[in-house]
Structures are given as C-alpha cells and as structure tokens.
C-alpha cells in the first residue's frame, strides 16, 4: 500500500516536472526533476562556473603590466566580476545538491573541466583586448541563449552576467581599436593576438552538433535552447563585421559570407587540438591547475576562519 502511493507520488511529481516544461517555466530547486536533469546541470554548471574563475588567470598576469592607471582599474574590475560570476555560479549549482567543496574536489582530480580557452597563454597586452573581445564576445552569444534556460537560478544568474559580459567585450574592443589606430608595431601585435585567439574561441562553442554527446538532452530539457553551430555561426557573423570595421583580418582564407544561408561559411576547425586541450594537454593546463590547487590550499584558514564564525553564531 506504502509503495504504491509512493509511486502515486512519484508520477505527480514527474507530471509536474513535464507540464512545467511544456509552458516553459522555470524549473526551482525544491522541485522535483529527473536525475539526468540534475547531473546533466551539475556538469554544465560546474563547469561554467569553474570557467569563470580560472579565466581570472591569463589576464590576472597583466594587471601589474598594464599600460595606464585607467586600462589597470578597468582590468583589475573585470576580473573582479569573473570572480563573482563563478560564485553565483557556485550557488546556483548548489541548489541541486552538490557542496562546493566537492565541485572544487572534481575540478582538482580532472572529473569536472573548464572552458578550453584558457589553456592557452596571454602573452603580452594585446592579448588582455584579445580576450575581452574574443573570449567575453563568445561568451555572451552562449550566455544570452542560457537566459532562457530552464533551470531558473541558472537562467537568472545569466541575466546577470550578460550585463556585466557585455562591458567585458567593450573594454577588449576598445584596446584592440587602440591598438590599431597606434603604430606598425601595435597594429602586428593586435593582429597576432586575434591569429592566436580566432581558433580557440570558435572552439569554446563546443563540438560541431554532430559530434555533440549531450546536445540531444540539452534540447529535450531546454537547458540549451540553440545549439553549438547556431551559436558558433552568430558569434562569426558579429565579430567578422567587428573586425573588419577596425583594420583586423580573420586568419580564416575559406571564410566567406553564405547569401543563401545568410551566414559566414568557415574553414576546418582544428578538433584535434579541442580534444587534446580539454582533456588536459594545452599549453597552460598544468599551470593553471596548479596555481588553482595552490591558492585554494593557502585559503583554507580563510574557510575555517568562515566556519567557526557561523558555528560561534549559530551557538548564540
Ligand atoms: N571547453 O556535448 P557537448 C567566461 C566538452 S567563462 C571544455 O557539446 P555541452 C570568461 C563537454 O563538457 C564562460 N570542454 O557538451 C571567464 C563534453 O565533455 P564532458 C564559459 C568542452 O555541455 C573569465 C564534451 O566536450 N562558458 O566567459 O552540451 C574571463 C562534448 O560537448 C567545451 C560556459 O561554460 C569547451 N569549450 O555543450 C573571460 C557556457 N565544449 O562534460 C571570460 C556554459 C564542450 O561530457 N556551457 N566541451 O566530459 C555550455 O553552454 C555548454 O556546456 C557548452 C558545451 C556549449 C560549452
């Protein structure tokens, strides 16, 4: 009798779960949900915020070497907001159960990954414009579409987010006009910066659709609402235009505008080299999970520290 009024249970909690998905309401914590559609946004929002935080790294080394106090301030604000971005994040994945304490556990053992962009290094300040223009400019074609996802804390993190995405794509355009109207030099360097970042930042789309595993419930949950081409081909349309209006090639001979398609048809992405940096082998990976593991060590008093305070308050 007890199990099957469990089960009676289950069903209307399921058929909850369907109906919101079918009007296109958010999904809340204390809902219930299928365990895929759980893990399936753990995964996805782990990673994403594991993103935000160590993509503070690359442009981290540059705030001791900006040009002016003004470019210094603005990176030092920008960076500040990744951080945030990865805390929201923290807290929004937290809803579904899992402690950030054991998300940081699967960043450090690789189970969990990050973007695959910052693997690579920022190697003098046309990279810091290269990345707010590339990197902040491809994420925000993503995060724009993640507004809408189902998940409601994911989607109103989003929200959030973009606002503060978009002046992180504006502050890299602006360097990289700069450096453009400077001298031959300045003009070499933004243009190697944009060869070196092209490539990587069509990557942070994900694999073509075809070879995309989760794709198929990402659609059927409406966690992603375009998929990895959709959203790779709005970000070429937008930024070729960018380039080109200041004086900047894209390193891609076949790129051509597609009249019937209305969209830029692109060459050959290098997979290869995707799946080597993701899977642990980029340039900067070693680095950059050994200042992470380092840094989260030396915080550990700064945990207890938080701890004892909450218990101290928690006795009164
Ligand atoms: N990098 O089936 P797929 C920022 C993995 S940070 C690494 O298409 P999905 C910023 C994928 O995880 C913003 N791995 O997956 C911060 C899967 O492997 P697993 C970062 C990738 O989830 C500081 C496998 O490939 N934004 O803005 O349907 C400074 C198959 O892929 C990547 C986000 O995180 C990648 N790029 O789609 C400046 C956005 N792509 O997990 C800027 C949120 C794929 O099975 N995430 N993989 O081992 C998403 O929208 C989706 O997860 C993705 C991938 C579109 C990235």
Sequence with gaps: MELKEDINIQNVAMSIFDRKMEMDEPIEPKDHMPDGYRKHLIRQMSQHAHSEVIGMQPEGNWITRAPSLRAKQILLAKIQD?????????????????????????????KAKYSNIFNYPALNWADVGAIGWLVDGAAIVNQVSLQRTSYGPYSRAMVRICKEESFHQRQGYEIMTKMMRGTKEQREMAQDAMNRWWWPSLMMFGPHDSDSPHTGDAFKWKIKRQSNDELRAKFIDKTVQQAEVIG???PDKELRWNEEKKHYD??????????????GFGPCNNQRMEHHKKIHAEGAWVREAAEAHRAKHQRQ
Excluded: D
Excluded at 82 to 110: D, F, N, P, V, W
Excluded at 268 to 277: D, L, M, R, S, T
């Design 82 to 110: 990744e951080c945030g971005h990865g805390l929201y994040l923290y807290s929004a994945t937290e809803t579904l159960g899992i402690s950030r304490a054991e998300m940081i556990a699967q960043l450090h053992s690789g």
């Design 248 to 250: 900047l090639t894209v």
């Design 266 to 279: 692109h060459g050959p992405i290098n997979w290869a080299e995707f799946y080597k940096v993701i899977a």
